[in-house]
Protein backbone atom coordinates (compact mmCIF):
# COMPACT_ATOMS: atom_id res chain seq x y z
CA UNK A 1 0.00 0.00 0.00
CA UNK A 2 2.93 2.44 0.90
CA UNK A 3 4.52 1.79 -2.84
CA UNK A 4 1.20 2.73 -4.63
CA UNK A 5 1.07 6.06 -2.11
CA UNK A 6 4.27 6.48 -3.14
CA UNK A 7 3.49 6.28 -6.86
CA UNK A 8 0.52 8.71 -6.70
CA UNK A 9 2.89 11.26 -4.80
CA UNK A 10 5.64 10.96 -7.67
CA UNK A 11 2.76 11.25 -10.34
CA UNK A 12 1.21 14.23 -8.42
CA UNK A 13 3.88 15.77 -7.77
CA UNK A 14 5.28 15.66 -11.67
CA UNK A 15 1.85 16.57 -12.88
CA UNK A 16 2.18 19.35 -10.90
CA UNK A 17 5.18 20.69 -11.78
CA UNK A 18 4.62 20.25 -15.23
CA UNK A 19 1.20 22.41 -15.08
CA UNK A 20 3.46 24.91 -13.18
CA UNK A 21 5.77 25.32 -16.14
CA UNK A 22 3.21 25.69 -18.51
CA UNK A 23 1.61 28.04 -17.13
CA UNK A 24 4.92 30.21 -16.25
CA UNK A 25 5.58 29.92 -19.96
CA UNK A 26 1.99 30.90 -20.98
CA UNK A 27 2.58 34.32 -18.74
CA UNK A 28 5.97 34.83 -20.10
CA UNK A 29 4.17 34.42 -24.00
CA UNK A 30 1.36 36.96 -23.23
CA UNK A 31 3.61 39.25 -21.68
CA UNK A 32 5.83 39.55 -24.71
CA UNK A 33 3.44 39.54 -27.19
CA UNK A 34 1.47 42.76 -24.95
CA UNK A 35 4.80 44.51 -24.96
CA UNK A 36 6.32 43.92 -28.50
CA UNK A 37 3.29 42.12 -31.08
CA UNK A 38 0.52 44.03 -30.04
CA UNK A 39 1.78 47.48 -30.40
CA UNK A 40 4.03 46.57 -33.46
CA UNK A 41 1.59 44.70 -35.38
CA UNK A 42 -2.02 45.46 -34.29
CA UNK A 43 -2.66 41.97 -33.28
CA UNK A 44 -5.09 41.23 -30.86
CA UNK A 45 -3.56 40.36 -27.18
CA UNK A 46 -3.73 36.88 -26.31
CA UNK A 47 -5.40 35.44 -23.16
CA UNK A 48 -3.57 33.43 -20.88
CA UNK A 49 -5.27 29.96 -21.63
CA UNK A 50 -4.05 31.28 -25.13
CA UNK A 51 -0.89 31.97 -24.33
CA UNK A 52 -0.41 28.51 -22.54
CA UNK A 53 -1.87 26.59 -25.19
CA UNK A 54 0.13 28.03 -28.19
CA UNK A 55 3.68 27.56 -25.47
CA UNK A 56 2.95 24.24 -25.06
CA UNK A 57 2.20 23.29 -29.10
CA UNK A 58 5.53 24.82 -29.85
CA UNK A 59 7.17 23.25 -26.30
CA UNK A 60 6.11 19.87 -28.30
CA UNK A 61 8.18 20.69 -31.25
CA UNK A 62 10.85 22.58 -29.96
CA UNK A 63 12.04 21.37 -26.59
CA UNK A 64 13.52 18.14 -26.14
CA UNK A 65 12.68 15.88 -23.28
CA UNK A 66 14.71 16.46 -19.65
CA UNK A 67 17.56 14.17 -19.01
CA UNK A 68 19.49 15.79 -16.51
CA UNK A 69 19.55 18.52 -14.01
CA UNK A 70 20.72 21.11 -16.00
CA UNK A 71 18.23 20.80 -18.46
CA UNK A 72 14.99 20.46 -15.89
CA UNK A 73 16.49 23.84 -14.66
CA UNK A 74 16.65 25.18 -17.91
CA UNK A 75 13.03 24.76 -17.86
CA UNK A 76 11.72 26.90 -14.80
CA UNK A 77 15.06 29.37 -15.47
CA UNK A 78 14.63 30.27 -19.44
CA UNK A 79 11.13 31.76 -19.08
CA UNK A 80 12.15 33.89 -16.19
CA UNK A 81 15.45 35.23 -17.92
CA UNK A 82 13.54 35.64 -21.17
CA UNK A 83 10.95 37.80 -19.12
CA UNK A 84 13.42 39.87 -17.44
CA UNK A 85 14.89 40.03 -20.36
CA UNK A 86 11.68 41.30 -22.08
CA UNK A 87 10.80 43.44 -19.41
CA UNK A 88 14.33 45.50 -19.81
CA UNK A 89 13.63 45.86 -23.44
CA UNK A 90 10.49 46.84 -23.09
CA UNK A 91 11.33 49.61 -20.21
CA UNK A 92 13.82 50.81 -21.65
CA UNK A 93 13.13 51.29 -25.52
CA UNK A 94 9.18 52.29 -24.45
CA UNK A 95 7.76 49.79 -27.14
CA UNK A 96 4.26 49.45 -26.33
Do not use: C, N, Y
Amino acid sequence: MTALLALLFFVGGITAILGAVAVLRGFVLSQLWAWFVVPSLSAPSLSLGEAIGIALVISFFTVPLARDKEVVQGVVLGPAAILALGFILHAVFGVG
